[in-house]
């Protein structure tokens, strides 16, 4: 079963507060970016772990591959 990058996009974004993200793909293979105030403050492993923990067992698995960019932002 493939994955398609919008619902990535809505997983990530519903999963993580104030998060923001632009997802695409090939159904397999995916690259994000993504910003938000959850990552300020965050290490880069930490803010990675973030993101893949929203997805968690389907990495390696439905979602072959996920490249990250993450920004920290502000609170709005």
């Not at 695409?24 to 290490?43: I, K, M, Q, Y």
């Not at 803010?47 to 490249?67: M, N, W």
């Amino acid at each position: 079963m493939t994955v398609s990058p919008d619902e990535l996009k809505r997983r990530i974004e519903s999963e993580i507060p104030g998060t923001r993200a632009a997802v695409s793909g090939d159904g397999h293979h995916f690259e994000a970016v993504v910003e938000g105030p959850a990552f300020a403050g965050l290490s880069r492993i930490a803010q990675h772990k973030l993101v893949y923990d929203v997805f968690g067992t389907e990495l390696g698995d439905r979602i072959h591959a996920l490249s990250l960019k993450i920004t920290p932002t502000e609170d709005r």
